[in-house]
């Protein structure tokens, strides 16, 4: 899934952000796009907009909305809207072809009579030039069942966008493997409050039941799984991945592994031949961990991955090459939308990858 265009109407802090380009010069959905402006800006409220149409999709009786922010009329709607009550959402988007295919599988897995798209037309990617749907909060009828509208073209956009929720549903029902969310793109949003816990004792949690932002618990799971883990069937294992950009990001300290005691475990990492456990790290070497460790839980693969305000703890060094690294990152084949208000960051970009939401004061 890739996102074309987004236009947010009386939502949070937004009255109206007119159409917003995601694409190239080629029309083609570009693989990272900045959103620059000051505090106040609406920003935020942009990454929120995008996560609220396809969570509300995957889920519609209780949409997963990030920490913080709440389904409700004074959350949602723009405050200062003395004419239209209602926030309206614009999304526009496309799929590949392997993308298309495997949603087919998911639909096919469990049942469905109606197939979102027909076999026999799936074609080289994009599937379609664009679908889009619009979504306005509360519904414009009151009969509606949920808490919100649609209004989609063509009529399969809404269970396109909304697939990882009946994914969900397949797997815990061992229709489909897991590895189908590598497939099916979706949103991964890595907000302002990511946090890495520092100390955790471990009972017999499960990758199902691991919290999302419970950083050290992933990275126990994927450190064990890696033990008897076989490359050669299922490619990069998720712990060699994390260590391998963390890396890159973070040289030259080094991710080396997990280590564990009595009651709790905890990371070892090296740096000019000192090695330090999770209790020494820096605030940017948290920062890094908790978005790649975010990436990997969450299978962003095929995705739109939200970053917000990037440069949060990490020293302008590693911005650039967390950026950077993120952008050559082809082989997951994620769209990246990352927000700032350093000017730093800004320089990092291409004039044609930023949307410009107001002057920073340089």
Known sequence: MKLHSLRVENFRAIKDSGKLDFTDSLSKPRTVTLIVGPNGSGKTSILDAIQVVVKCLENPQHPELREGLEFSVQQLVYSNSRVNKHARIEFEYSIEQDEALAINEVFRALNFRDLPFNDNKITIPPVTSSSTITWQYPP??????KSFSNFVSPRESAKVLGVRGQLKRATSLNKVSKNMFERIGGICYLDQRRSLKLVKSFSKEN??????????????????????????????SYWAKIKRLFNKICYPTELIGLESGDDSDTLILRKNHVEYDLSQ???????????????VSERAKNSI?????????????????LIQTLREDKENNNQYIFTTHSPFVK???????????GDLGE
């Open 140 to 145: 414009s009828n009151t009969w509606e069942r």
């Open 207 to 236: 990758e199902d039941s691991l919290p999302y932002d419970d950083v050290l618990s992933w990275l126990r799971e994927f450190y064990l799984k890696d033990k008897t883990w076989s490359p050669e069937k299922y490619g990069e």
């Open 281 to 295: 790290m820096s605030s940017g070497e948290h920062q890094i961990l908790r978005i790649l460790v975010g990436l």
């Open 305 to 321: 991955v939200l970053i917000d305000e990037v440069e949060l703890h990490l020293h302008p060094a590693w911005q650039t090459k």
């Open 347 to 357: 320089q990092i970009f291409y004039n044609d990858e930023i949307i410009d939401l």
